[in-house]
């Protein structure tokens, strides 16, 4: 069972993501706690470092990696989660 979530803020950019190249989605990317580094197409789902034990994303609204936690006051819109 696949227990990764899509971001809202993912679903709600999915026409930006559908016409993203490939290399804007293999772009690889440092997490903030510095534990590992994913691309932005990893990214769209949730995933869990476990080290830290921590839930991070690709907010699109905020063009960068967020934990879990902060991305339901996205100022875009307000909804990501």
Known sequence: MNNQRVSQCATHSE???????A???DLLL???CGCDK???KQLIHSYHCK???KIYWYSFC???IVEEDETWHC???AACY
């Open 38 to 40: 994913l691309t932005v």
């Open 51 to 53: 080290p830290c034990d």
């Open 23 to 25: 290399e804007e989605l």
């Open 62 to 64: 905020l063009e960068r």
């Open 75 to 77: 100022d875009f819109c």
């Open 30 to 32: 440092a997490l903030p």
């Open 15 to 21: 026409k930006l993501i559908n016409g993203l190249p």
